[in-house]
């Protein structure tokens, strides 16, 4: 049965209000949204134009700026249900609002996705969004990501895909934890570590933790096809499929 929330929410926290900070304690996390961006562009120059896009967990806009700058003939629904970040977005962007090729949403991922018609989407986009959502919840989340997007359209995630191999996972993560310490600590910020490390105990748990296999399983079976898992590094990968 799933929680009342099934994603995580402290992001509404201190982590949510300095989230910039990430670029620090976590750099693949800026090069993976780089990424992201890049198979987007790709896919957009092989399409028909204007396309229509949808992001996942746009947070304070890393990501959509990258998304948004991939296509000039691209449009975004961003789709975020933390105001603490989707408020440092929208001015972070407001230039891409005022024209016209960017609007948000603050409903949670499942319920914006239930409003979207079926086929209409071009690409779906997120970075460091699933691996939040209860593995339930996250179930239904890819049943709609299929739902919305078009025949042929693509799905792009970069994220934390936990590797099967449970040791050598464990031995990223801890030393992504130590990166942690290391610069949080030097800065005097103990209460962002603090945040940090409950959050990453949330990643870890169970009944959240998106394991490589069993994710790539979980899209199959919503019926993605040419699922692959483009670039791995450590605990995060970038994983694309098609419906």
Known sequence: MMADKPFDAMFSSVIGQDYQMLKLICPVATEMSRLVGEVVGAYCQTQNIPLTGVELGGGTGITTLAILSASEHLKVLSIDNEPTMQNQAKQNLRDWVAAGRLSFSGHDALSALQGLASDTIDILASAYTLHNFHADYRRLVLAE???????????VDGDRYALDDITAHTRNTQREVGGYFKVLAEINRLDLLEHWIVHLFNDESENHV???????TQMAEAGFREIELLQRMEVNALVTAVK
């Open 145 to 155: 990501i299929y739902r919305v997007l078009k025949p042929d359209g693509k799905f």
């Open 210 to 216: 998106m394991r490589e296999s069993v994710a790539l």
